[in-house]
């Protein structure tokens, strides 16, 4: 088999699962609406009106505004913009340190692989607070900053995962069979490792977005991050718990965005899964 | 398997020594001190702090210090709370931690095993979508968002349970567990799913339902020990993460566990704290990591016959 | 397996549950007497010359009395430990009688000893107490502190006989007496501390629960950390009679979401505070739990006088003029804070400053133009660090627009963590900064001393030599009238220069179980415990 037919029939796969379609398109849509944020938003993401304060959605504001008379639909389409780019770009920082990380302990084995889970042990017990506190101090505050940040944390869990499949599958037949055949490290980890782990990879990355969204919120409440007037996705959710029994909009609708986005790319990672499991096709 | 436990208990020594290290420089230089307050203090009563916490030593010498009292059992005395030892301190919030992060990991283990199985094993059916969407509904409740939404549903409106406490009024630990646990249940039971989906394929399920065994036995006895790896490398250091996260739980409901003095501490930069806490942690860290890697290694057969 | 733990599991909710709530703390409270407290957050501790803070106050008003108390009415202090007390003609010598009945929790009676030596305690530097400063008034205190001199008999203070004690001070200081409410006055029991410890012990452990001896209407019965504080009734107290309440139970409840929810199932009787955002909304509704009293404490912002955008006089005012307070408080803050123009919270012991803080966006654009700022040449982008905190944030983001719209300039938020934003105000690297002040005590002293060169909380970089002056003037008259007119006059030489600008003044707001009675607005927020008590109307 070739590489290239195992993309298209994976692509061919993927465009037969509508429900994977259908994640795909909300989450086009969802970009789409995040870069022409400036041109569509009805008001600006900034603007005060603190007379007005908080108000329920009406035909002025369709989502309403916040204590502070911001109007909410502008605030979440500005915010889609920040939350997508955190959620895409750390989680990729993540799998793509993690699944180095774990192919290459797991696959060598033996001191390497003892030595590069001993440094993840001790990243795991560094305090985050002090961490990014620190970051904040010595690099000031910038978006790269945070992916960096978050990347940095959530690819540990991913590492211990990837390499915990490897080990399992390093002794498989076809594994051992590829090994005697010659096959170099690097084309096994691509060619027999990595496409027998995308599954939980998979799995994992589309449950990692979700929190990086939030710790996002988190971290820029700390000063890392984004900066207020800024709005994200993260900072919306975690003002609107703050003000959920009075003003219960602020927290719905950032809810029912996020929440319609994690189902958008959940479905859409499902049908990746499937689409480039090597065994579905003789299924 | 024992041969492995000790050695991995004795690689922890380096581990917990250089998350020791690093954390001790790493407080060093973040700005402010554990005495710096609002109403700030004159140079004077300043220098007479750092005099009786041995703060004006070089960051060397007390580095020295610190680690040789750390080898004597001794994390030092909290510069928050004076008159309190470090030590001390972590045993008072220890047990209650640790009994939150019990009860919610059985929540979880419970929930997300059993409903992320049985949608593999039914797959794309009404049992596969309904408990992953409320899985993923899970996934995107924040466990701030869900600790005050179960308070005001049966703390407030319904009167039945406490809104907070633990071990105060009857019945206040179950809000805590439940929230905890739910975001837990949630990953578990994606990762289960997806775990046991790769595991049916194969060969030896294919086998062993030629061989005529029944479902139960093919999925009990064969699909779920391969899986649940991923749940298992996952358990790891999700309860290490329970502990140490347990922080926001801990904070809404007015416990007094381990999980706030960790992050109060950090902003409070109580220096003997956030090391004792960390060290701590770390230590319970690469202990859980050690059992999951050793599950995974029994759950696994081929790995276990190659070691 | 599977089977077995849900099995556990059901049975773990079910006993849990079936146990249910039928009587919540505040109606036990109630018939047992106990006063169920929010308290903010877990004291550092309950030594006086040690710890600092609000909850730590509050535990440490039920432990220990000083000479004298606070007036729960307002107005001077009341007989604490001491049952009368005389002031010489000049103001500077005090000679206290102690009450003989005044005893320890322990039954032994208090002397006039106790006193000299806890004061010698927190003055003894290397006990590293952050408060000696609020014994600097005694003759010498400063100096034995500083170890200019080692004799502490040279000190301001002795005891006459064992019932009697004489303080002198540097100059009259006439609000002396209200000192004496704060706990860094009060005394510790000698035996006690030097059983645990030497007299410079921060971390002996004579305040744990069994060893701990003071002088309170209560006594230290348990203390789980992070969990709660519980004091009962100190039958040794000399005005035990006074005493209604039982037991008092602390719960350093430091998230004010969580507070709000545990005084609404009947959890506690009082919280520490609101959350800000409920405050408008119990207003509207007429709550009648919800309390706002009047407050000593003022939210200003700190300007960075060595700024070199900042150091413009005119630039200052511009930014001064162009806030609208009005708004602010109305909209922003919305829980009844009051608008500020001076410095010091007007009213506070009857000293009411005349100073004027227009909101004028024409002047403050006129006084940009003037200090050479126009289009082609704008104001340089400004910063306003502040804390981590949600209201903050808001007060920042608003004032942020109104100096956008009002002047036309760039305006960032910076926000940084606690400690961060105090290292960054120290060292001045900062160009405004929010601020908040609470009186020590009741006298627009605690606020205007704060401003004068070298005091390590001005912070602003602002030394004022005239303003000094006129401090130092209104600091050795005897004369309150002709004081509080030089007070004024600082006030005014402050709000003139502009090295801060204030916003509001706070109030205490927080909500109170209608059981709870003779807990009345105090400006300090010294509530003592012994006129508290629990009735259902």
């Known amino acids: 088999m070739n590489s290239n037919s195992l993309w298209s029939d994976a692509f061919y796969r993927l465009r037969r699962n509508k429900a994977a379609m259908f994640g795909g398109f909300i989450l086009i849509l969802l970009i789409v609406v995040a870069i022409l944020a400036p041109w569509i938003a009805p008001y600006s993401y900034s603007y005060q009106d603190l007379n007005l304060g908080a108000s329920p959605p009406s035909s002025e504001h369709f989502l309403g505004t916040d204590v502070l008379g911001r109007d909410l639909l502008s605030r979440i389409l500005y915010g889609a913009r920040i939350s997508l780019l955190v959620g895409f770009v750390a989680t990729a920082v993540a799998l793509i340190i993690g699944v180095s990380w774990g192919i290459v302990a797991g696959y060598a084995g033996g001191r390497v692989d003892s030595i590069m889970m001993r440094i993840v042990d001790v990243l795991y017990g560094l305090p985050f607070i002090i961490f990014i506190i620190l970051l904040m101090v010595i690099f000031g505050r910038n978006l790269w900053l945070l992916f960096g940040a978050i990347g940095a944390v959530e690819w540990l869990t991913m590492a211990r995962i990837v390499r915990g499949q490897v080990i399992g599958l390093k002794n498989q037949e076809f594994v051992l069979a590829a090994k005697a055949m010659g096959v170099s490290n690097f084309s096994m980890f691509r060619r027999h490792l990595l496409p027998n782990i995308l599954g939980p990879i998979a799995v994992y990355a589309t449950l990692t977005i979700p929190q990086v969204m939030l710790l996002e919120g988190f971290l820029s409440f700390l000063g890392l991050g984004i900066q207020p007037p800024m709005s994200s996705w993260g900072t919306l959710i975690k003002d609107g718990v703050e003000s959920m029994e009075e003003y219960s909009w602020l927290l719905i609708y950032p809810g029912i965005t996020f929440t319609i986005t994690l189902f958008a790319l959940n479905f859409f990672g499902d049908g990746l899964r499937d689409a480039l499991d090597p065994k579905t096709s003789d299924n | 398997m024992l041969a492995i436990f000790f050695k991995r208990i004795l690689l922890a020594i380096p581990v917990l020594f250089a998350v020791a290290t690093i954390t001790f420089f790493l407080i060093k230089i973040a700005p402010g001190g554990p005495f710096d307050a609002d109403r700030a203090v004159s140079p004077q009563v300043l220098k007479n702090l750092n005099e009786a916490y041995n703060l004006n030593a070089s960051n060397w010498q007390q580095y020295v210090d610190y680690m040789s009292g750390l080898l004597r059992g001794d994390l030092g005395p909290s510069f928050r709370f004076p008159g309190r030892s470090v030590s001390e301190m972590i045993a008072t919030g220890l047990p209650v931690t640790f009994e939150l992060a019990f009860y919610a990991i059985l929540i979880a283990l419970v929930m997300g095993v059993f409903s992320g199985v049985l949608a593999a094993l039914k797959r794309n059916t009404f049992l596969d979508f309904i408990p992953m969407s409320i899985a993923m509904i899970g996934i995107c409740v924040p466990t701030f968002l869900m600790g005050p939404l179960l308070v005001l549903i049966f703390g407030i409106n319904l009167e039945v349970l406490p809104v907070s406490g633990w071990g105060q009024l009857p019945g206040d630990k179950i809000l805590p567990s439940l929230t905890l646990g739910f975001a837990y249940a949630a990953y578990i039971a994606r990762l289960s799913r997806g775990g046991m989906l790769e595991v049916l394929n194969q060969d030896f399920i294919r086998t062993a339902r030629a061989k005529g065994l029944t479902e139960r036995m093919v999925v009990v006895k064969h699909a779920m020990q391969g899986g649940l790896i991923p749940v298992v490398s996952f358990l790891g250091p999700a309860i290490a993460g329970l502990l140490a996260g347990s922080f926001v739980v801990e904070t809404i409901f007015q416990i007094p566990g381990l999980g706030r003095f960790y992050v109060e501490a950090a902003f409070n930069r109580d220096y003997t704290m956030i090391l004792g806490t960390t060290i701590f942690f770390s230590a319970m860290i690469v202990f859980f990591n050690l059992m999951s890697d050793l599950a995974s290694l029994w759950l696994n057969p081929r790995s276990r016959d190659a070691s | ?537």
Not at chain 3, 25 to 45: C, M, R, T, Y
Not at chain 3, 113 to 135: E, H, K, N
Not at chain 3, 144 to 149: N, Q, V
Not at chain 3, 230 to 235: A, G, L
Request: proline share 7%; aromatic share 12%; glycine share 6%.
């Open chain 3, 1 to 537: 397996m599977l089977k077995k733990l849900s099995i556990t599991l059901i049975f773990f909710i079910l006993i849990a549950g079936c146990s249910g709530s039928d009587n919540s703390p505040v109606d036990s409270g109630l018939e047992k007497g106990i006063f169920h407290f929010g308290n903010g957050s877990e004291p550092q501790g309950i030594d006086p010359h040690v710890v600092t803070g609000v909850p730590e106050h509050h535990i440490l008003i039920s432990l220990c009395e000083g000479l004298t108390i606070a007036n729960p009415d307002g107005g001077p202090n009341l007989p604490g430990v001491a049952e009368s007390w005389t002031i010489s003609n000049d103001g500077k010598e005090y000679i206290f009688y102690l009450n003989k009945n005044a005893k320890w929790s322990n039954g032994e009676v208090m002397t006039a000893d106790d006193f000299v030596w806890s004061w010698m305690r927190i003055l003894t530097a290397s006990l590293g107490s952050q408060y000696p400063d609020m014994l600097y008034y005694l003759e010498g205190a400063e100096e034995y502190h500083t170890g200019k001199i080692t004799d502490f008999n040279e000190v301001g203070i002795k005891a006459i006989d064992d019932h009697t004690l004489k303080v002198n001070l540097k100059s009259p200081t006439p609000f002396f007496l209200g000192l004496l409410s704060h706990y860094s006055t009060w005394p510790v029991h000698k035996e006690t501390v030097l059983k645990h410890g030497s007299i410079d012990d921060r971390t002996g452990e004579w305040t744990r629960p069994g060893n701990f001896v003071c002088n309170g209407p209560f006594q230290l019965k348990t203390w789980e950390l992070n969990n709660k504080i519980v004091v009962e009734k100190n039958p040794h107290y000399w005005d035990a009679e006074t005493v209604k309440l039982n037991e008092m139970h602390f719960y350093p409840v430091s998230n004010v979401m969580t507070e709000d929810r545990m005084f609404r199932a009947g959890q506690l009787h009082l919280t520490s505070t609101l959350p800000s955002q409920k405050c408008p909304i119990y207003i509207e509704e007429n709550n009648p739990d919800l309390r706002i009293d009047p407050y000593m404490g003022q939210y200003f912002y700190r300007l960075n006088i060595n700024n070199p955008y900042l150091k413009d006089v005119k630039v200052r005012k511009a930014l001064a003029y162009s806030i609208n307070r009005k708004l602010l408080v109305e909209r922003v803050t919305r829980c009844g804070q009051i608008p500020a123009y001076s410095f010091t919270p007007p009213g506070s012991n009857g000293y009411y400053p005349d100073t004027e803080l227009p909101f004028n966006p024409e002047l403050a654009k006129q006084l940009m133009a003037e200090a050479g700022y126009s289009e082609s040449n704008p104001f340089p982008k400004l910063e306003i660090l502040f804390n981590t905190n949600e209201d903050h944030r808001k007060i920042a983001l608003a004032i942020q627009q109104m100096w956008q719209e009002n002047l036309g300039i760039q305006v960032e938020l910076v926000n940084q963590d606690w400690k961060v934003y105090l290292s960054r105000e120290m060292v001045g690297d900062f160009q405004v900064s929010r601020a908040g002040w609470i009186g020590d005590y009741e006298d627009p002293n605690t606020f205007l001393d704060l401003m004068r060169p070298n005091r390590g909380n001005n912070k602003t970089g602002w030394e004022d030599l005239e303003y000094d002056f006129v401090m130092q003037k209104a600091n050795s008259t005897n004369n309150q009238e002709e004081r509080y007119e030089l007070l004024m006059e600082a006030e005014r030489i402050l709000i003139k220069n502009m090295p801060i600008i204030p916003l509001y003044t706070y109030v205490r707001a927080y909500q109170l179980s209608p059981d709870v009675k003779g807990y009345k607005p105090h400006i300090l927020d010294h509530h003592h415990p012994k006129f508290i008590y629990l009735e259902r109307d």
